[in-house]
């Protein structure tokens, strides 16, 4: 079982940066895959990137890419979704996921976190 916990979320301007984190506790956090993902108003859950195990090998969805960096840091039991030059589209609720499997991270991850709202003004 894990535990998961995000922070770092508000309210920011277009062309803004926020950085995500995702505080981990329960069982040991360098055996999962991190991942995160959004959720806008009247929009499903979707993907947004994925790190492995070590954080060598990362995946973004599109939209993101070249905007958000996502890492982790094994000794602090903690990932990042470092995200800049954001854009209202990137409006949504961001939740924290971990899995086993670098599959199960990027499509039904088993553990979530609660999300937090991230806003950006345009």
């Known amino acids: 079982q894990v535990q998961l916990v995000e922070s770092g979320g508000g309210l920011v301007q277009a062309g803004g940066s926020l950085r995500l984190s995702c505080a981990a506790s329960?069982?040991?956090?360098?055996?999962?895959?991190m991942g995160w993902f959004r959720q806008a108003p009247g929009e499903e859950r979707k993907f947004v990137a994925r790190?492995?195990?070590?954080?060598?090998?990362?995946y973004y969805t599109d939209s993101v890419k070249g905007r958000f960096t996502i890492s982790r840091d094994n000794a602090k039991n903690t990932a990042y979704l470092q995200m800049n030059s954001l854009k209202p589209e990137d409006t949504a609720v961001y939740y924290c996921?971990?899995?086993?499997?670098?599959?199960?991270?990027?499509?039904?991850?088993?553990?979530w976190g609660q999300g937090t709202q991230v806003t950006v003004s345009s």
């Open positions: 329960g069982r040991i956090f360098s055996s999962y895959a």
């Open positions: 996921a971990a899995d086993g499997t670098l599959v199960g991270i990027a499509t039904i991850p088993a553990y």
């Open positions: 790190i492995d195990w070590r954080g060598g090998n990362t």
